[in-house]
Nanobody, 113 residues
Framework: QAQLVESGGGLVQPGGSLRLSCEASPTIFQTYTMGWDRQVPGKQRDWVARISHDGGIVYYTDSVKGRFTVSRDNARNMVYLQMNSLTSDDTGVYYC??????WGQGTQVTVSS
């Protein structure tokens, strides 16, 4: 089962950018679909982005299309989420996701002036 550790969250102003990172183990990471979910205040956790094991297929929820980019580096067991043009609606806890495996502990992203 994969162990996932997120980093890169923080406070950013509206319109700003953040890059989230997720370090994953074990060695079979390269065969996993990976991605990011988020839980905004008062709502259930929902998916944000998915990337296939080789990075060739990506999916985004509608609200982040054109602003967020998911990528992975299989040589380093890393998954990234580049977030641009952030708005207050993007505030929440972001979780790295693997299939199979589940979620990491999450990293807080706060978009506020």
């Amino acid at each position: 089962q994969a162990q996932l550790v997120e980093s890169g969250g923080g406070l950013v102003q509206p319109g700003g950018s953040l890059r989230l990172s997720c370090e994953a183990s074990p060695t079979i990471f390269q065969t996993y679909t990976m991605g990011w979910d988020r839980q905004v205040p008062g709502k259930q956790r929902d998916w944000v982005a998915r990337i296939s094991h080789d990075g060739g297929i990506v999916y985004y929820t509608d609200s982040v299309k054109g602003r967020f980019t998911v990528s992975r580096d299989n040589a380093r067991n890393m998954v990234y989420l580049q977030m641009n043009s952030l708005t207050s609606d993007d505030t929440g806890v972001y979780y790295c996701y693997s299939a199979p495996g589940g979620w990491g502990q999450g990293t807080q992203v706060t978009v506020s002036s």
